[in-house]
């Protein structure tokens, strides 16, 4: 007899959606995430940055333009700004808890959204379909860091999510249904929710992704419910209901340029000519092999799983999801600058076809569960090994900085281990896949509340603003070399910024630095030989520290008048290191271009520079 699955009763006749598995599930992972609030600070690049726009926008009343330290912002759109302002208004600041909550918030919508999707493309209405989806998301890495981070993609990945899903149900794709004109509607305007989260992709992806995905499915292509000028002015009605009056204000203002960058070089521009974030074109293709492990060991056996001889209608939903990834991993591989965070809004619809395809092997039981086995013993012969070496990691560990708490995780890893090799051989593949999930959230649970707090010293930017105060005089002014939105949001207030390649901007500020007023000046160890020629000739003494945050090094001087005759050391570098970093060759970074960039941004996007 076949297996019945995870729960008794999957078949065809099983019509009743699990709602009560998949809320647990579903407040299980929001309980995991919740452990995060309140135990780091923000860590660069993107935190701190969008941290210090809500707090610009709540202290100025400037609602429609973000400012970064006075400049206005074009890189993205405002809904994750307000959502950090409202949070903040709600618990007295702007924090960690406020910037990551949007976020940590958006998760159990997208885990909702997912659990539908998986349900209604699932023809037997199979109950472990939309189980196996929301825990297959939930413990899938990057989207639960995602769910803890302070970025704008989660609140994209729940708006596209939810317009993929009414897209399909409101033109009648499940079962070839009447155009349900409100649905269709609904999901334009969740398009436009996400556009105002980040830019036109908000309506790009879920568009393409059920266009590639019906042509590979072999339906016919849903055009009587993408063409209704009703839902198309939905659209536009949500986006222009931020952006015209933004776009006014800018151009009474003086402030055109910001609209230019905003709608032409932030989308159109970026995409033919990134600046930054180059990556070969097969690199996204790599990156769901550890992003969006462990589920990603179940892929080859979901790929081989579209040509399987079952229903025509089961195929379709899954080919339906397959090609929605296929088009958001197609259309970000496109241009040269890529992150892997970028496939987010594709890992739901990835767990609902996932899940689809092992729904139905379990449910059929005998040799269709060499899948289930094969993805169990891969990743049992991961993880069991990572767990028995973790002892003697503790050297590799010290030497990249990283706590020895870390290593406390090897316990849940090794569980999760444990649990594939049990749902390998098992004939009851239940145990083994609940072994993971629950090992998975253990793993979480550790790495939020014990790894994430002990890593806070090497990646919080408040850490070095609390030195400089302890060894300069109170209320001391500081300024930066090429403005870094974490030290802008620890300092307070507005800082004094000055472009790595704008020589009257360095000339000025090393002309107060020599001066008899107290100053302090951070830069990054690479911006320093740029500084270094404007200053006259001895005035720069020993530097005052330095200290890395994440991946850069970072120095501060400070003249006389700056520092205390006395107190504490800060403790952070040796001058004699730092004079010896300084000496050694640093590439110029003109204009918004980083150290890793070949090509420099448009004209107007350097205007912007020190908001980034």
């Known amino acids: ?99 990551v ?25 199979r109950r472990a379909s939309p189980m196996i989806a929301t825990a297959a998301l939930a413990i899938s890495f990057q989207f639960m860091n995602q769910s803890v981070v302070g970025q704008l993609d989660m609140l994209l990945c729940a708006a596209t999510t939810w317009s993929f899903l009414l897209l399909i149900e409101g033109t009648g794709w499940t079962e070839n249904g009447p155009l349900r004109s409100r649905l269709v509607v609904g999901a334009f305007a969740l398009m436009g929710v996400a556009t105002l989260a980040k830019g036109p992709v908000g309506l790009l992806l879920p568009l393409g992704g059920v266009l590639l995905g019906s042509w590979l499915a072999g339906r016919k292509l849903p055009w009587r419910g993408f063409l209704r000028p ?64 462990p589920v990603v060991l179940a892929l080859p056996a979901a790929l081989s799983g579209l ?8 195929r379709a939903g899954r080919r339906l999801l397959a090609g929605a990834c296929l088009f958001t991993l197609v259309f970000f591989s496109i241009p040269a600058g890529k992150r892997g965070l970028y496939l987010l809004p594709a890992y739901p619809w990835a767990a609902a076809w996932i899940a689809l395809d092992l729904a139905r092997r379990i449910s059929d039981g005998g040799r269709s569960l060499w899948a289930v086995r094969a993805a169990g013993l891969t990743l049992g012969a991961l993880l069991l090994p990572l767990a028995l070496v973790a002892p003697w990691l503790g050297a590799l560990l010290d030497e990249q900085q990283i706590p020895r708490a870390a290593l406390g995780l090897a316990v849940p890893l090794g569980l999760a281990g444990g649990g594939g090799l049990i749902a390998g051989p098992a004939r009851r593949v239940a145990p083994g896949l609940l072994a993971i999930a629950a090992s998975m959230g253990a793993f979480y ?14 990646n919080s930017a408040r850490v070095v603003l609390e030195q400089i105060a302890a060894a300069t005089v109170p209320n001391c002014p500081g300024a930066m ?25 360095l000339a000025a500020l090393a002309e107060q630095l020599a001066a008899a007023r107290p100053l302090w000046v951070l830069c990054q160890q690479e911006h320093l030989q740029d500084f270094v020629p404007y200053l006259p000739s001895g005035a720069l003494a020993e530097p005052l520290l330095t200290r890395r945050v994440g991946h ?17 050391d800060p403790g952070a570098g040796s001058p004699r290191s730092t004079r010896d970093d300084a000496r050694r060759p640093a590439s110029r970074a003109g204009g918004a271009a980083c150290s890793s960039c070949s090509r420099a941004p448009p004209r107007s996007a350097r205007r912007f520079r020190s908001a980034s």
Not at 307 to 314: C, E, S, T, V
Not at 483 to 505: E, I, L, S
Not at 553 to 564: G, T
């Open 1 to 99: 007899m076949p297996e019945s699955g995870l729960v008794a009763g999957s078949s065809q006749a099983a019509a009743r959606f699990p709602l009560a598995a998949v809320t647990t599930i579903i407040l299980l992972a929001l309980g995991v995430g919740s452990l995060s609030l309140g135990r780091r600070d923000l860590w660069p690049p993107d935190e701190p940055k969008y941290a210090l726009v809500a707090r610009e926008m709540s202290e100025t009343g400037e609602w429609l333009i973000p400012h970064v330290n006075g400049v206005p912002y074009p890189d993205k759109p405002p809904l994750m700004f307000w959502a950090i302002a409202a949070f903040g208004l709600l618990l007295g600041r702007i924090d960690q808890p406020a910037a």
């Open 445 to 458: 649970a550790g790495a939020f509340a014990l790894v994430l707090p002990a890593l806070n010293p090497r």
């Open 481 to 505: 070399i090429d403005f870094r939105a974490q030290f802008g949001f620890y300092y307070g207030k507005r800082m004094r910024a000055a472009a790595p390649g704008d020589g009257p901007a």
């Open 101 to 125: 909550l949007p976020s940590l918030l958006s998760a159990p919508i997208v885990l909702a959204a997912t659990a539908r999707l998986a349900w209604r493309l699932d023809p037997q209405r």
């Open 307 to 314: 040509f399987a001889n079952d229903a025509p209608a089961a």
């Open 230 to 293: 009703g839902a198309w002015l939905v659209y536009a009605a949500v986006v222009a209901a931020w952006l015209a009056p933004a776009a006014a204000q800018a151009w009474r203002a003086g402030q055109g340029e910001w609209t230019v960058a905003l709608l032409f070089e932030q989308t159109i521009v970026r995409y033919a000519r990134s600046w930054h974030h180059h990556r070969p074109f097969w690199y996204l293709f790599a990156v769901p092999l550890y992003d969006f492990l």
């Open 552 to 568: 850069k090094r970072y120095v501060v001087h400070a003249n006389e008048a700056a520092r205390r005759r006395a107190g504490p």
